[in-house]
């Protein structure tokens, strides 16, 4: 996990994890603070003061050996071209979401584990080498699977209805057709999700779950409550 609580003086930080630092073992003091050796996502290893990389975590840093700032100042040295590419948006969302707890994405990607493949990290050039030959306008960026990060193996491009299904938020329901997703039921059957949910919720019987709304009652029901407003 991402740790950002107070150091205790003297504390084992093995094994914990600080933005893209993991602590390996205990480094000397610098005469005042412990000093920590780290292996940073991208494989690199670094020494750092261990209540320093703890204060970058708490005040929304991402700790790293160096790599990201290198990567910034190398895309501002080098032109790739694709800096008006749609894919290149794509990249840059991907990237500062899984590692910027700044980002109002934060959440549901970084701060949940998700994280980006070392070579994406390097460069727009690696990411565009791996995905570049799937990209057709219009398709949305997917990973097979919502568990784990961004890495060549788990990821493709996807028209925006499959990449919609793919969401952790989305469940699965009991229908006469089988099970489906509830947006893939709602569109097959022409029924709202909001009731379907309300059906499923109700433990509606699966034979009735594609029943249409019987809109006379609720005309009877509209027309009743305007005439005892009247």
Same mark, same amino acid.
Not at 62 to 75: A, D, F, K, Y
């Given at each position: 996990m991402t740790d950002g $609580? =107070?150091?205790? $003086?003297g504390q084992n930080l093995t094994g914990r994890t600080f933005g893209m630092l993991t602590a390996l073992s205990p480094a000397g003091s610098n005469g005042a603070k412990l000093r920590w050796l780290y292996r940073c996502d991208c494989g690199n290893e670094c020494v750092k003061v261990g209540a320093d990389v703890s204060k970058d975590v708490k005040k929304g840093r991402v700790p790293n050996c160096g790599c990201m700032t290198r990567r910034i100042l190398s895309? $501002?040295?080098?032109?790739?071209?694709?800096? =008006?590419?749609? @894919?290149y948006a794509v /990249? =840059?969302?991907? #990237?500062?979401r899984c590692t910027l707890p700044s980002h109002h994405a934060w959440k549901n990607y970084g701060g949940r584990g998700i994280s980006v493949c070392p070579q994406w990290m390097t460069s727009f050039e690696n990411f565009w080498r791996d995905m570049g030959p799937g990209y057709r306008s219009g398709l949305q960026l997917d990973r097979r699977d919502n568990g784990a990060? /961004?890495?060549p193996e788990? @990821?493709?491009w996807v028209p925006c209805l499959t990449n919609s299904r793919n969401k952790r938020s989305n469940s699965t329901i009991q229908t006469p057709a089988g099970p489906m997703l509830l947006s893939e039921a709602a569109g097959l059957s022409g029924i709202g999700k909001t009731t379907l949910a309300y059906r499923v919720k109700n433990q509606w019987p699966t034979d009735r779950l594609? +029943? =249409?709304? +019987? #809109?006379r009652n609720r005309s009877r029901s509209t027309c009743g409550r305007a005439f005892r407003r009247a």
């Amino acid at each position: 996990m991402t740790d950002g $609580k =107070r150091l205790r $003086k003297g504390q084992n930080l093995t094994g914990r994890t600080f933005g893209m630092l993991t602590a390996l073992s205990p480094a000397g003091s610098n005469g005042a603070k412990l000093r920590w050796l780290y292996r940073c996502d991208c494989g690199n290893e670094c020494v750092k003061v261990g209540a320093d990389v703890s204060k970058d975590v708490k005040k929304g840093r991402v700790p790293n050996c160096g790599c990201m700032t290198r990567r910034i100042l190398s895309e $501002k040295r080098t032109s790739h071209g694709m800096s =008006r590419h749609p @894919c290149y948006a794509v /990249y =840059r969302s991907m #990237v500062d979401r899984c590692t910027l707890p700044s980002h109002h994405a934060w959440k549901n990607y970084g701060g949940r584990g998700i994280s980006v493949c070392p070579q994406w990290m390097t460069s727009f050039e690696n990411f565009w080498r791996d995905m570049g030959p799937g990209y057709r306008s219009g398709l949305q960026l997917d990973r097979r699977d919502n568990g784990a990060g /961004y890495w060549p193996e788990n @990821c493709r491009w996807v028209p925006c209805l499959t990449n919609s299904r793919n969401k952790r938020s989305n469940s699965t329901i009991q229908t006469p057709a089988g099970p489906m997703l509830l947006s893939e039921a709602a569109g097959l059957s022409g029924i709202g999700k909001t009731t379907l949910a309300y059906r499923v919720k109700n433990q509606w019987p699966t034979d009735r779950l594609f +029943d =249409r709304p +019987d #809109v006379r009652n609720r005309s009877r029901s509209t027309c009743g409550r305007a005439f005892r407003r009247a």
